[in-house]
């Protein structure tokens, strides 16, 4: 039965890793993965998360199954950070809002359950965007197509191509848009800039599905949320998922979220039922401990602080990075001007090089990013700025 099974290519990026993790060389950086590591190259466990598995573990709990849309107190937690607690929608109770297994997870049950509803409707990407969102559209059944945002020639964004492929995209499509910290470009576009794509939204009765992964990566956690307000203010739907992966390093928990916005409350329960069946028919029902751990920190005024505090050493950390990058290159020789990215946001930088320089940056230098030119600005550090500098400084200039 399996004899005709093809092998699958290799997740670029993972497969990446352990190639440096068997690098022997004594100077490395690894810079593709999307990971937040600290000065010292460390993965965090903030203190927030260990204040709270310590409550937890003073009161331990038993480890019954999860009602299938997860634990109501990190549900209204995910709502109020995503539409803000007093908001008009979450006051009406008109969105739907479901633990996820990740926002890979999030996207997936979105994925899903916009099938079962509009089986025929296309879905657009960004070109490029984040590797995972063609394919977990495609493999939902949908077809996949992308729509303008980066120029590669002006390493800057194509707003003005954006809106154009938004115009032309036919009624009813699914747009999928990063709310802030875009992946893998750093570039957003300015609220103006939403405005106008929410106004070509409504105009041609597109489906929104914003991907919020790196809320409070970006200006901060409400900022970075403002864009979801515009939405709420324009009266769309529109689906959102959340991931708390990087922002409270807690990655390998997998800890996500759903959230449909609705017109109304009675609505919003429709969606909430077959959000269920989703769910219901992949997995059962979510795990208990990271989201836990996030309900508790949320709903936490004092743990809360900490987290807000902690977010905020990771963004200011990357910002830092950024400018001493740019710094950097320029004082290693790099005669371009690459004050770009320090125009780009979040965890990446599309540095604007080729395949052939960033293959040589990892074969001649131990410098790892991806083949189209991202790099994880939040993998720099003290240690490695210095040598990453002068790689790219060889490999631009030399
Ligand atoms: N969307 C984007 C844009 C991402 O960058 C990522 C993480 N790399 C995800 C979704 C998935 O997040 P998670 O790891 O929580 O599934």
Redesign the pocket.
């Known amino acids: 039965v399996f004899s005709t099974v093809e092998m699958a290519p290799r997740d670029p990026i993972l497969g990446q890793s352990e190639q440096f993790n068997l690098d022997t060389r004594p100077v490395k950086a690894n810079l593709g993965v999307?990971v937040y590591f600290d000065d010292a190259g460390r993965l965090p466990l903030l203190a927030c998360v260990q204040a709270a598995e310590k409550a937890m573990l003073s009161a331990p709990s038993t480890r019954g199954y999860l009602p299938i849309d997860g634990i109501a107190a990190y549900d209204n937690a995910v709502k109020a950070l995503v539409f803000g607690a007093d908001s008009e929608p979450v006051q009406s109770a008109r969105v739907a809002t479901v633990q996820a297994?990740?926002?890979?997870?999030?996207?997936k049950i979105g994925a899903d359950f916009l099938k079962k509803l509009s089986p025929d409707a296309k879905v657009l990407i960004s070109d490029p965007?984040?590797e995972?969102?063609r394919a977990l559209f495609s493999g939902a059944g949908f077809t996949v197509d992308s729509y303008a945002y980066y120029d590669a020639e002006k390493r800057d964004l194509n707003f003005d191509a954006m809106l154009a492929s938004l115009n032309a995209a036919a009624a009813g499509s699914i747009v999928v848009l990063?709310a802030c910290c875009h992946?893998p470009t750093g570039y957003d576009i300015s609220p103006g800039q939403w405005d106008q794509v929410i106004a070509v939204i409504e105009a041609r009765g597109l489906t929104p599905f914003l991907?919020m992964?790196?809320q409070g990566f970006g200006h901060g956690i409400a900022e970075d949320g403002a864009v979801i307000g515009k939405f709420v203010a324009a009266g769309l739907n529109l689906l959102v998922?959340t991931?708390?992966?990087?922002s409270f390093s807690l990655?390998g928990e997998?800890?996500?979220g759903l959230s449909v916005l609705c017109t109304d409350k009675e609505q919003a329960s429709r969606v909430l039922s077959q959000l269920k069946v989703v769910i219901r028919t992949n997995y059962s029902n979510p795990p208990t401990h990271g989201a836990a751990v996030v309900a508790a920190v949320l709903n936490d005024p004092e743990l809360r602080a900490l987290w807000e505090r902690e977010l905020a050493q990771m963004r200011l950390r990357i910002k830092a990075m950024r400018q001493q990058l740019v710094a950097g290159l320029k004082a290693a020789g790099v005669r371009q001007d690459m004050d770009f990215i320090n125009r780009q946001i979040g965890m990446f930088s599309y540095s604007g090089l080729s395949r052939a320089q960033m293959l040589r940056l990892r074969n001649e230098f131990g410098v790892y990013g991806t083949d189209t030119g991202r790099m994880c600005v939040a993998a720099l550090n003290p240690q490695n700025l210095a040598h990453v500098c002068q790689a790219i400084a060889q490999v631009l200039e030399g």
Not at 101 to 107: A, K, N, R, W, Y
Not at 243 to 246: G, L, V
Request: glycine share 24%; net charge positive.
């Open positions: 999307g297994i990740g926002g890979t997870g999030g996207l965007s984040w995972n969102h990063h992946n991907d992964a790196y998922s991931s708390f992966s990087k990655y997998r800890v996500g």
